[in-house]
């Protein structure tokens, strides 16, 4: 083992139920429910992720002397890079080009989730360190004779460890929306310049004025009939976007089953039939936006149901924030600002990675720059701005 920590035992696991939920757990934490035990088994046992889709399991778990499960991590055998979010195409093109076998490679990830989350999962009393759990990783890429080894979407704590044991760092964006103590929707329009309070303001009126109803559902109160509809918004929004539908039928009311008053839903109906739908998880502290749908044409509706009813919620539930998923310049309007999200990656090839390395090293101000520039289209008051 790394670190000269030889009292631990890496093992891998093809399905995350070999490992039990309560010692999962223990290491994943409460905070994020991502990372949960309940919310990967609802992705394997409904057919989600899997030889189908292109995502192997091979959770990696490390055990003490006394077979106790002191660390964890997801990790996926993945024949492609489909449903990640932090694109590597480039390097498997250029590799495969030189003569290379870029896949299979390890993905240490949330399928199909750009949720921003902890990937090295340690149980706070082990006395693990990260970069012990990064070397048994690594460690493991090469025994299982792939390309390399990726986490994404990890914390800045584990990003940070993870350069510290040699992986290659790199640094992409999203657009989160920061709870400010606002007491209601009002409070928090209050902040903006006044251009922006009218325009958002608008945007609301119109979306409430075309004859919505707009509900929000947690957990038992989700019915099956509801997860039918949803399930029917989201491969519509599939097939617009040309993806692909890795989620089935399955997941959704099993991922209400297992993770309760986590899972917040929000639709919207007409004449009492539901028109659209919003998943969010909530975490500990924060709403995480996942998938959207709809059917028929409303005015502003994906920005109130997945903006600003995800603002609503966040406010009167006391969360400091709601992250929204992955891209959309849009979203900076509305309150959204761009933040840098982190992944980390192990390449065996030394050519390689020594491109890859190159490569970061120029992307990471470029991309540290971009988000500068996108922050000066902030939405919130300056100083001497009108009120």
């Not at 340690?122 to 990726?150: K, M, N, V, Y």
């Not at 019915?223 to 509809?229: E, L, V």
């Not at 097939?239 to 399955?250: H, I, M, P, Q, V």
């Not at 839903?265 to 502290?285: C, E, F, K, W």
Request: proline share 5%.
């Amino acid at each position: 083992m790394p670190d000269g920590s030889a009292a631990l035992t890496l093992t891998l696991h093809k399905h995350i139920a070999e490992v039990p939920a309560a010692a999962w757990n223990a290491c994943a934490g409460t905070d994020n429910p991502f990372v949960s035990h309940g919310f990967l088994s609802a992705v394997e046992d409904s057919g989600s992720a899997n030889a189908r889709t292109g995502w192997m399991p091979q959770h990696a778990v490390l055990r003490d002397r006394h077979g106790q499960v002191v660390a964890a991590a997801p990790m996926y055998a993945k024949s492609h890079s489909y449903g990640e979010y932090v694109f590597d195409h480039g390097w498997a093109s250029a590799f495969e080009r030189a003569g290379g076998n870029y896949y299979p490679k390890l993905q240490i990830a949330v399928p199909f989730s750009p949720v921003p989350g902890p990937r090295l999962l340690i149980r706070p009393d082990s006395g693990i360190a990260p970069h012990t759990l990064a070397g048994a990783l690594a460690q493991a890429c090469g025994e299982l004779g792939t390309s390399s080894a990726h986490i994404t979407f990890c914390t800045r704590a584990d990003y940070d460890a993870l350069g510290e044991a040699g992986w290659l760092q790199r640094i992409g964006t999203q657009f989160h929306w920061d709870n400010h103590g606002y007491a209601s929707f009002d409070d928090f329009l209050g902040a903006l310049s006044s251009r922006k309070r009218k325009g958002l303001r608008r945007e609301r009126r119109d979306a409430n004025a075309c004859g919505l109803e707009y509900i929000t559902l947690r957990g038992p109160e989700i019915t099956k009939r509801d997860w039918a509809s949803f399930y029917a918004f989201y491969t519509s929004t599939v097939d617009r976007k040309w993806g692909s539908a890795y989620l089935t039928e399955k997941f959704f009311p099993l991922l209400g089953e297992r993770l309760g008053d986590a899972v917040v839903l929000m639709l919207a109906r007409h004449n009492g039939v539901p028109v659209a739908g919003a998943l969010n998880l909530a975490g500990a502290d924060t709403l995480y936006g996942r998938n959207w749908g709809c059917k028929g044409d409303w005015p502003f509706l994906h920005f109130e149901l997945c903006y600003y009813r995800a603002i609503d919620f966040a406010i009167a539930n006391g969360l400091k924030r709601v992250e929204a998923g992955a891209q959309g310049e849009h979203k900076i309007q509305r309150g959204y600002l761009p933040v840098p999200t982190y992944s980390a990656h192990w390449i065996t090839h030394a050519g390689l990675r020594h491109a890859v390395a190159d490569f970061l090293e120029h992307e990471r101000p470029a991309r540290l720059a971009e988000m500068a520039e996108l922050a000066t289209a902030s939405p919130f008051r300056k100083d001497g701005d009108e009120a």
